[in-house]
C-alpha cells in the first residue's frame, strides 16, 4: 500500500493508516480443493496484519519536555520574528505612554505614537493569525485558541490606537 506524501498529520510527521475496508469473505457453502489458489477476497491470515498500529498519543512522549529545558536554551529557540515584534510592541506602548504623560508634549507626537503603536499592534495581529491558523492545521488546538485569543487582543488595540489617531486628529483642527 502507498501512502500519500502529502499527508501529514502532528508536528509534520506523516498520519496514520486509514482503516481498510473489510474484504468480502468467501461464502460458506463455497469450497475449494486444497490445491487450489486463493481468490484475492479471501480473509487475511494473521501472520499479514502488522504487529503495532501509530497511537498519536505515545508519539509525544519522544521528545523532552520544554520545561525541564534551562531558560537560555529555550530563549535562543524563539524565532526571530517573535523577538521583533515583542521588542516593537513594548516601545510602541512606552513612546505612546511617555507622550501621553508628559505635558509639554504637541499634538503631531501624540497622533505619531498612536499611529506607531497602530501599525504595530496591526503587524502583530496579522502574525499571529497566521500562526494560529498553522498551529490549527498541526493539530495544536489548545496552542491555536491561545494565539488567536492573543491575535484578536493585538488587533483591538490597533483598532483602539489607529482610533485614537483619528480622534486627536478631528480635535487638532
Known sequence: MTQ?????GPRGRQSPRSPQPPRPSLPPSASLPPSAPLPPSAPLLPADEPDEEYDEFWDTFDEAPA????????????????VLFSAASFVSVAFLAVSL????????????????????FAADAAALARITYLAGEDGRSGRALLLALAGGAAAVMAGLSFAWAAIMVLLGS
Open 4 to 8: 500519500n506524501p502529502n499527508l501529514r
Open 101 to 120: 504623560t508628559r505635558r509639554s508634549v504637541e499634538f503631531p507626537v501624540l497622533i505619531a505614537a498612536a499611529v506607531v503603536a497602530g501599525i504595530v
Open 67 to 82: 520545561e525541564s529545558l534551562p531558560l537560555m536554551t529555550r530563549l535562543r529557540r524563539l524565532p526571530p520574528f517573535v
